[in-house]
């Protein structure tokens, strides 16, 4: 996981191609890609229940290209106030929601339209009135300071190219004695300057 980027890097390139692979993911989550996708490999692999994953709406589970499971780091406690960084077709969101239960607030946010139709769509057909989904992006999260208990993210940070500027944001939104549960892909060696600069790498 790159903590800075190289001088030159081109950020707005990443997110255009960022976006297009995971519009793509959404339009066709049966498409060729070169990563995992759906219910039953995060099951398989990645630790979740698949029972409870095939009670979801398949709209929010088909596409799901997390890389670990979030849950398995501590439980959500019912009321909980929980925030998703990148929550694509809103599965994790969907459950967070239940752990949270009623009483709990879940905002998902995404920069991918199709990615938060089929969110907006898993959450309605649940009837999860608490659980919402928000366009924007994670440096400048919609949700105001201090009022966060949990931040959840699986295989998102990875692809942030400030992530300085990303864990300011969560300083400022998570309440004082809330915590951060992410899943995601960290390489345990230093890359060299063209492994940094190659937006396939960023992107794969």
């Given amino acids: 996981m790159a903590i800075a ?12 191609e960022v976006h297009r692979t995971y519009a793509s993911v959404a339009r066709n989550p049966d498409g060729n890609f070169h990563f995992h996708r759906g219910p039953e490999y995060a099951a398989r692999l990645l630790g979740y229940d698949l029972a409870e994953l095939q009670s979801l709406p398949q709209i929010a589970t088909a ?14 406690p019912s009321g909980s106030a929980v925030v998703d960084l ?5 599965m994790d ?22 990615m938060l139709e089929r969110a907006r769509a898993g959450a309605e057909e649940m009837g999860l009135n608490h659980v ?10 919609p949700v105001e300071s201090d009022s966060i208990d949990i931040v959840i993210s699986n295989g998102v940070i990875n ?3 400030d992530k300085a500027k990303l864990f300011a944001e969560l300083y400022r939104v998570v309440k004082p004695g809330g915590r951060l549960q992410f899943a995601d892909i960290v390489v345990g060696v230093e890359l060299s300057e063209d492994a940094r600069n190659d937006i396939d790498l960023w992107t794969g």
């Fill in 63 to 76: 596409p799901f290209a997390g890389v670990g499971n979030p849950f398995l780091m501590d439980d959500l």
């Fill in 159 to 161: 692809l942030v190219p």
């Fill in 132 to 141: 919402r989904f928000e366009k924007g992006d994670i440096h400048n999260l």
């Fill in 5 to 16: 980027c190289p001088v030159g890097f081109d950020v707005s390139r990443l997110r255009q």
């Fill in 86 to 90: 990148g929550s694509g077709a809103g």
């Fill in 93 to 114: 969101c969907l459950l967070a929601g239940r752990r949270a239960g009623p009483d709990g607030a879940v905002t998902g946010v995404d920069m991918t339209d199709e």
